[in-house]
């Protein structure tokens, strides 16, 4: 198989870094949300529901948007 260097290293020539990347930080992505929903939890115990209400509705966002970019990702990594 074929192989090029990027940065120093050697990747395998049908490596396509943009859905790798993608996937990591959609990786990431959910793992902040997992860490800041527990905050808002926190919050919550603490005493200032509103602001555990108002974090909880901006994690909305991302649960609205995970099918969209698990099956963008899905067709970007898959074969051509």
């Known amino acids: ?42 919050v919550e115990q603490q005493g200032a529901a509103e602001v555990a209400d108002y974090v909880r509705g901006a994690l909305d966002t991302i649960d609205k948007n995970e099918e969209f970019i698990k099956l963008t990702l899905a067709v970007l990594m898959s074969p051509e």
Do not use: C, T, V
């Open 1 to 42: 198989m074929l192989r090029r260097p990027l940065h120093g290293g050697y990747f395998d020539a049908k490596f396509r870094p943009a859905p790798s990347l993608l996937f990591k930080i959609n990786e990431n992505q959910l793992a902040l949300e997992a860490a800041i929903l527990e905050l808002s939890n926190w």
